[in-house]
Each structure stands twice: as C-alpha cells, then as structure tokens.
C-alpha cells in the first residue's frame, strides 16, 4: 500500500491509501507508463525541440548537422519502438534528457 496525503481542515495528514484509493493510484500509475503516454510526452519534448531550432530554418542556411539533427527528431516516432521510449525519456539528476537523440550539434 503507498502512503497519501491528504488535506483536511487545513492540516495535510499522511496514511495508508484504501483499497479502493490504491486501485486508482495503480490505475493512473499504469496508464502514466502506458506506451501511448509515453510516445504523447515524446512527441510534445520533439515538438518544443523542433520550435526551440525553428529559426535555423527561418535563417535559411541550415549545415547539415543541423538538417539530419531535425530530421531525426521528426522520425522518433518511426524510428523508436515502444520498447525504447523509456530510453528516449531518461533523464540526468538534473533533469535533462540523457538519449543523444535530444543532443542539438554544435556547429
């Protein structure tokens, strides 16, 4: 059983979750690691890395690096199979994304 805060009267207590608490814990833990929520948070991190690197486009005079980097990031979804996103999710103790695919070039 997980431990759960609750608040109540202005004071947040911890317990033991229910039965019936703890099954909707599982419940949205699992639909959380589904493969489906995982390629959904995957497309919205490609997303904002292809937005972030919009402006080489809009400049006009991409290198190649640059060209294959976005093109990369466009083909995650084909690219990946399920069995991989937990890789593709992975983060440092920082919090940034470890998989090289994330990794902008340089030049």
Do not use: C
């Amino acid at each position: 059983m997980s431990k759960i805060h609750i608040w109540e009267n202005g004071v947040t207590t911890e317990r033991e979750a229910t039965s019936t608490e703890q099954a909707e814990i599982d419940a949205r833990e699992a639909e959380y690691n589904s493969s489906a929520k995982k390629l959904e948070r995957i497309k919205i991190i490609r997303l904002k890395k292809l937005k972030e690197t919009d402006w080489w486009v809009f400049r006009g005079n991409m290198s190649t690096a640059q060209t294959n980097y976005r093109q990369s990031l466009r083909d995650i979804p084909t690219d990946y199979e399920a069995s991989k996103y937990d890789e593709l999710l992975a983060r440092d103790s920082d919090g940034k994304l470890t998989h090289s695919v994330w990794k902008q070039p340089t030049e």
